[in-house]
């Protein structure tokens, strides 16, 4: 009886032995599987204190954020505002988007400047106090991109004294129109590359910033209209005022459709672009009426050129935009540069600087002319 009971004594030290090793194996056992995970973070989590999010091909994709199936790869998807407004100086697909749109913003302000300091004094001493001259960048850019620039450069030239000297300018007609389509042309620009940098971070901000860029293309539309229709309509205020009525309603029409969570959806992208050349292309109404009505004046057929060039500009941007070539005939091929989304964002750039070398003639000429005495 006695051996039985130390038998048994010796099965459950024996036991509890077995127990206490298979636990201390299961508990190291877990500790290198935390190690492991440790050591291979998932995209968002802690690496070394930092968080690191990776480029992800369009596959990896949430829905609202397929846009284009033929660029394959280098998206970012749900990165925070800080990483996306730091990615600005990464490379991504998105890179080229918004520098080409952040550089025309640059341009164009640097115009509403140089023109502001021939009106304002204290512009003109602001002007005078920068590191640069902002009148010598503007030649520059203008003998850089050939002729669409140069009665811009030979308008700012006119008075060269009014930098320096911070000289008011007593003009024979309001300067309002031309000041509209510059602040119009920054916005539009401007809103497309806080679009292009930030729409990464959520589906919400996405959604508002796309409606954003509609809201700066519609308004970038309306305002290329007043220039042209105040200065060879101002003798005709009727009409200037039926003109520019229209247009103004047209945009803010297309702005109220464009706000529809369902028209910002990918697969409306061809009746997006619709609307907008359909406002744009309104404009040949006016244009054939001022071109009837100033038939014989000597600067048409400058004005019909810069006008062209804009109206081409933008609508073989557009086909590029619709089109989505090259990347269609070789996808993931253009990727980072070349896709279409970069060449209808040159385009722009190139139309609205050939509509304000158009703005410059109206309004040189409307000086020059004034109105007949009633």
């Known amino acids: 009886m006695a051996s039985e009971e130390v ?30 995970r440790r050591r291979q973070p998932r995209k968002g989590e802690e690496e070394g204190g930092r968080k690191k999010y990776a480029l992800v091909s369009y596959h990896e994709l949430p829905e609202y954020m397929k846009e284009n199936e033929f660029i394959l790869n280098y998206y970012r998807s749900e990165w925070p505002v800080l990483n996306a407004v730091l990615s600005l100086f990464s490379w991504h697909n998105e890179t080229i988007n918004v520098w080409t749109h952040l550089l025309g913003f640059m341009l164009f302000f640097g115009l509403t400047l140089v023109h502001l300091g021939q009106y304002f004094p204290q512009v003109a001493d602001l002007i005078g106090h920068l590191s ?7 030649e520059n850019v203008s003998s850089n991109i050939g002729d669409v620039l140069s009665g811009a450069a030979m308008f ?15 003009s024979q007609t309001t300067r309002w129109p031309f000041f509209v389509f ?15 940098l930030l729409s990464c971070h959520s589906h919400r901000l996405n959604l508002l910033l796309i409606r954003l860029d509609y809201t700066g293309i519609a308004v ?32 803010a029409g297309t702005v109220y459709a464009l706000m529809s969570p369902r028209l910002s959806a990918p697969r409306y992208r061809a009746r997006r672009a619709l609307l907008f050349v359909g406002m744009g292309l309104s404009g040949v109404v006016p244009a054939a009426h001022a071109a009837a009505a100033n038939w014989h004046e000597p600067r048409r057929n400058v004005t019909l050129a810069y006008e062209g060039a804009m109206a081409a500009s933008y609508l073989v941007g557009t086909a590029f935009y619709l089109a989505r070539v090259p990347e269609r005939w070789r996808p993931g091929a253009f990727d980072l540069a070349g896709h ?25 000429a409307r000086d020059e002319m004034g109105c007949p005495a009633s």
């Open 340 to 364: 279409s989304h970069q060449i209808f964002h040159a385009l722009v750039i190139a139309g609205a600087l050939a509509h304000y070398g158009a703005a410059i003639v109206f309004l040189r």
């Open 132 to 138: 640069w001259p902002i009148s010598k960048v503007a």
């Open 7 to 36: 038998a048994t004594t010796v099965c459950a030290d024996a036991d509890q032995e077995a127990a206490a090793a298979a636990a201390a194996a299961m508990k190291e056992e877990g500790g290198r599987g935390k190690r492991r």
């Open 156 to 170: 700012i030239q006119t008075n060269p004294s009014l930098a320096s000297h911070g000289t008011a300018v007593a």
């Open 182 to 196: 510059l602040a119009g042309a920054m916005f539009c620009l401007l809103s497309s590359s806080a679009c292009h």
């Open 220 to 251: 970038m539309i309306v305002v290329s209209f007043f220039p042209p229709i105040y200065y060879i309509f101002q003798c005709e205020p009727r009409w200037r005022a039926a003109y520019l009525s229209a247009i103004t309603a047209a945009g």
